[in-house]
């Protein structure tokens, strides 16, 4: 079997870093770039619901420090009831005027279910990372509703 390796992208923000970290564990503000509704206090070991149509993935948050981290345990189900857990992390770093915010998502294993989390969560990641961008420095939410963009 293959090792399927972690995830690592970095993005810039014209924003500030409490900013962007509000984006990051406020709801009012998740939904407006990330998912249609979210349940999540910045507290460690405060359990967290994200949904995106019928799919929810639930987890808890394992590290919190307001506004340079953030640490989230990532629980996907895949259809009859296999649950796949990795951790998703957040690195903000004040930069000139902006915010780099470097998100690592690790904890894969081998297997096709894996190989295909990884792919949804690596194309994820890109896709709403720069979708927060729009939204920071424009207001712009590009996300469609015929993006086929969910968790499995």
Request: glycine content about 8%.
């Amino acid at each position: 079997m293959v090792k399927i390796p972690r995830i690592q992208q970095t993005f810039y923000y014209a924003a500030a870093p409490a900013k962007v970290f509000a984006s990051l564990t406020e709801p009012q503000q998740l939904t407006r770039w990330f998912v249609e509704k979210a349940v999540m206090t910045p507290r460690k070991g405060s359990p967290f619901r994200f949904t995106w149509g019928s799919y929810t993935l639930r987890g808890k948050v394992n590290a919190v420090k307001a506004p340079s981290k953030l640490v989230l345990q990532w629980v996907d189900r895949f259809p009859g009831g296999k649950m796949l857990e990795t951790q998703a992390r957040f690195e903000l770093q004040k930069k000139g005027k902006g915010t780099l915010l470097t998100v690592t998502h690790r904890g894969f294993k081998s297997g096709k279910k894996w190989l295909a989390l990884y792919g949804a969560i690596q194309s994820g990641w890109a896709y709403y990372l720069t979708n927060l961008r729009s939204v920071l420095e424009h207001g712009v939410d590009l996300r469609s509703e015929f993006d086929a963009l969910s968790s499995p």
